[in-house]
């Protein structure tokens, strides 16, 4: 392989740009040290102008006025921040919650929901802004490229991609070289309390979850250290006193908390703080990425480690038992299709209409009680329970349930059981 007049790697896929071509790029902006650097380099390697987008997918503790000043002094053209978190809660978090949404057991996929719908407004942003390429941060060992290039592809094929952590070739120790060299303020990671400096762990967050990735985390045989945690309190610390609270769900919406009617943004939110205080939400995962690795991840993921469960506990009592069996595959399948970066197929499509049909029954109300890193579901109700408790009721005879014709049911249900054991142990 030889490398372009620029320098640049051979371009290898039919969106990716032509460093000749570029003009202006949109950059996704997060105000880390990567992006920074990049805003920088791809002003000086490609001679282009470059637009800022930011967005606020519900990520605690960020200062977007500092992130909107230190691009344009760093000579973007633009910086757009975006309040993306309605949007995302709306489209992206509630189909997650229909579909029970997890992937490999314990990733409530908030970094791969939060993927599609960044990707989709940089498009907008890019089209509006004039820029003829899309840049972003992502590695190239990691889902957020494969979930940014794939929607990018798909929504614009008129837009290019640049990706320059892929290709660049600068570990941290360079980035902070070219950071220093080209007035790029860094921010310095304090760990341990011992004052030495080292690498940070990698975040991404939103309101869905948090996830940490390298350092300690990638030795699989290193339990956790204590500094990861930023969001929920280790359950060893968490409060002595359980507490219930009770997830209100219309047609499989959350729309309530304790008794009291919330904006979807606010009630995960608070359903996120209460879950925190109590250490629920921690899942220590190792995770088969689509590249191909396996990737051990610590996720905080307090809100979804609530409505989940709660979620999932009501659809069971309003569902039948085939509907029930049946809807776990497809759930299955969903996750993988929103893993896997093909938000956009149309099976993702098709899966949500079976969702939302189902989900028209998931109306009620489940309690649980959250100690120390726990959450148990304690209470349900719901107008639309296939569930009579007189039907139900130990010992209980009579109304539609015969317990004389069971006798008839086992022979029948049993039948090729039986023929098939008697011709096997002849
Ligand atoms: N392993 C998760 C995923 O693939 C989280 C990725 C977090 N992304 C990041 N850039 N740190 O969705």
Not at 67 to 81: P, T, Y
Not at 236 to 245: N, S
Request: charge should be negative; hydrophobic fraction near 40%.
């Amino acid at each position: 392989m030889t490398d372009s007049p620029h320098g640049f790697p051979p371009r290898t896929a039919s969106y990716e740009a032509d460093p000749e071509q570029v003009r202006r790029v949109l950059l996704l902006y997060s105000g880390g040290l990567d992006t920074s650097v990049m805003l920088k380099w791809i002003q000086d390697q490609y001679d282009a102008e470059v637009v800022c987008l930011t967005v606020n997918l519900g990520q605690p503790g960020e200062d977007y006025e500092v992130i909107e000043g230190k691009a344009r002094m760093l000579g973007a053209l633009d910086c757009h921040v975006v309040d993306a978190r309605e949007e995302f809660a709306r489209d992206y978090v509630i189909p997650a919650i229909k579909a029970n949404a997890l992937y490999g057991g314990g990733y409530p996929l908030f970094t791969a929901l939060g993927r599609p719908l960044i990707a989709k407004l940089a498009v907008d942003h890019a089209r509006s802004s004039g820029c003829d390429t899309i840049a972003h941060g992502c590695t190239g060992k990691g889902n957020d490229q494969v979930r940014i290039e794939a929607t990018v592809a798909t929504l614009a094929p008129e837009l290019k991609t640049i990706a320059p952590v892929r290709s660049w070739q600068m570990g941290r120790e360079e980035e902070i070289a070219y950071a220093q060299e080209h007035g790029i303020p860094i921010k310095t990671h304090q760990a341990g309390g011992t004052g030495s400096e080292t690498a940070p762990y990698s975040i991404d967050d939103n309101l869905w979850g948090r996830s940490s990735e390298g350092r300690w985390i990638e030795d699989l045989d290193h339990a956790p250290e204590d500094d990861v945690f930023q969001l929920v309190t280790r359950p060893e610390l968490a409060p002595d006193q359980a507490e219930v609270v009770e997830v209100e769900f219309e047609r499989g919406v959350p729309v309530g908390l304790n008794g009291l009617r919330l904006e979807l943004v606010e009630l995960i939110e608070r359903v996120a703080a209460v879950a925190a205080r109590h250490g629920v939400g921690i899942v220590d995962h190792i995770e088969d990425r689509i590249v191909g690795l396996k990737v051990r991840d610590i996720y905080e993921a307090p809100a979804a480690a609530i409505l989940l469960p709660a979620h999932q506990e009501l659809e069971k009592l309003v569902c039948t038992i085939h509907q029930n069996q049946f809807k776990a595959q497809l759930d299955r399948q969903w996750a993988y299709l929103v893993y896997a970066g093909l938000w956009w197929e149309p099976l993702r499509t098709d899966l949500d209409a079976y969702m939302d049909s189902v989900n028209e029954q998931v109306t009620g109300t489940i309690g649980l009680k959250l100690y120390k890193g726990h959450a148990r579901v304690v209470t349900r109700s719901s107008p639309n329970a296939v569930y009579d408790q007189a039907l139900a009721s130990f010992g209980e005879s009579g109304g539609l349930f015969s317990q004389t014709a069971s006798p008839g049911f086992i022979e029948l249900w049993s039948l090729q059981s039986r023929m098939a054991w008697r011709l096997r142990n002849k």
